[in-house]
């Protein structure tokens, strides 16, 4: 598994941007990963996935996140980010950084290998 250490969480007003960042370390000992993802759990519900990206930086992103997030990643600095715009209360969350080292996308947590510590994003 590779390490993910998430940051960027924080309070911020309905309509704010937040930026949050992946770094990923320790690729070089085991499988690389092909798809990163952003996943986010409230308390007493389901963890969902939010964005997810592959090694092509082919993209996919859950309904409700749709033309407000965007999901990036820089090799060269081995990060994955999530642009968040036009936040609302209900992204109030913590946010994690996943990654699987299989090719068929999945929204499904179970099939994400690696995980970070996660981040609180609070929007109100």
């Known amino acids: 598994h590779v390490q993910l250490v998430e940051s960027g969480g924080g309070s911020v007003r309905p309509g704010g941007s937040l930026t949050l960042s992946c770094a990923v370390s320790?690729?070089?000992?085991?499988?690389?990963?092909?798809?990163m993802a952003w996943f986010r759990q409230v308390p007493g519900k389901k963890r969902e996935g939010v964005a997810a990206?592959?090694?092509?930086?082919?993209?996919n992103y859950a309904d409700s996140v749709k033309g407000r997030f965007t999901i990036s990643q820089d090799n060269a600095k081995a990060t994955v980010y999530l642009q968040m715009n036009l936040l609302k209360p209900e992204d109030t969350a913590m946010y994690y950084c996943?990654?699987?080292?299989?090719?068929?996308?999945?929204?499904?947590?179970?099939?994400?290998?690696?995980w970070g510590q996660g981040t609180q994003v609070t929007v109100s």
């Open positions: 996943a990654a699987s080292t299989s090719r068929c996308y999945s929204r499904r947590p179970d099939d994400y290998e690696s």
């Open positions: 990206i592959d090694s092509d930086d082919t993209t």
């Open positions: 320790g690729s070089g000992d085991t499988a690389s990963p092909y798809w």
